[in-house]
């Protein structure tokens, strides 16, 4: 089991950046899938992207690719997304979630079996 802390959200204008950080407890992170999904406001959870275990791939969605870094840090048990060019429509709840069974795992978010409890990320135009 792993628990998870988000934390780096806040207010930030268009075309900035924010750096999302997940703190996981666990002595096996290393080893765990780990991704970030975010909600918006009268939507349904969307997928952004999620990076493996200990090989480091990387897997985003379109509408992220080229903005949107995940990355991670085994030693520190902290998987990272950094956002550039942020735009009004990213506005959301953003998550970070972890698959305790799997080292890479896709889209799915049921393959993710531990979640952090979000962090407001807001793009003012």
Known sequence: ??????????LV???????????????TFSTYAAAWYRQAPG???EFVGTIS????????????KGRFTISRDNAKNTVYLQMNSLKPENTAVYYCAVSTRY???????????????????????
């Open 53 to 64: 275990g200990s090989t480091y791939i990387t897997y985003y969605a379109n509408v992220v």
């Open 43 to 45: 939507k349904e959870r």
């Open 13 to 27: 204008q268009a075309v900035g950046s924010l750096r999302l950080s997940c703190v996981a407890s666990g002595r």
């Open 103 to 125: 080292s890479a795992v896709g889209d799915n978010y049921r393959e993710y079996d531990q979640w952090g409890q979000g962090t407001q990320v807001t793009v003012s135009s």
């Open 1 to 10: 089991q792993a628990q998870l802390v988000e934390s780096g959200g806040g």
